[in-house]
């Protein structure tokens, strides 16, 4: 059962492989590369439309592709099961970001925001869109900033 739990575990971790858990960080690669970064507030074993945002969008192939050439990728989870936990610092930043941000404890909560930490745009729940559109939505924001 041990095992069955940490491929799952492990599975998970990977498919969200190039998001980032530390905005200072992803605000110095936005900066560097001049990109927007796109922040996103789940929860990742408990709440189902975040789920399904995961695997609709974001494990989308136009999605990785359009994120990978605008976007660095944010990734603030906070799992409840005891075997997804976080460490004590990723706890404590993730509710530092959702207290500047997610004040509200809404899941899933997707940010825009520009390299200086500034909101941009904001989708509240699952958009309940194709990838495509997403992307499409996300385009005419970054778009109109450059």
């Not at 560097?32 to 922040?39: D, E, Q, V």
């Not at 994120?67 to 976080?86: E, G, I, S, W, Y």
């Not at 390299?115 to 509240?124: A, D, H, L, P, S």
Request: aromatic share 10%; with cysteine.
């Amino acid at each position: 059962m041990r095992i069955v739990a940490a491929v799952v575990l492990f599975i998970s971790l990977c498919s969200f492989a190039d998001w980032k858990t530390n905005l200072a960080e992803a605000r110095e690669e936005a900066a560097s590369r001049h990109k927007y970064i796109l922040l996103n507030f789940s929860g990742s074993d408990w709440c189902g439309p975040c789920m399904k945002m995961k695997q609709s969008i974001f494990e989308s192939d136009v999605f990785k592709k359009f994120a990978d050439q605008t976007l660095v990728l944010v990734n603030a989870d906070f799992p409840r099961q005891k075997k997804n936990q976080l460490s004590i610092d990723q706890q404590r930043q993730n509710n530092a970001l959702a207290d500047q941000y997610d004040r509200e404890g809404l899941f899933p909560l997707t940010v825009l925001l520009d390299e200086k930490g500034k909101i941009v745009k904001e989708w509240r729940g699952y958009p309940g869109i194709s990838a495509e559109s997403f992307v499409v939505s996300l385009k005419g924001y970054t778009d109109a900033g450059r």
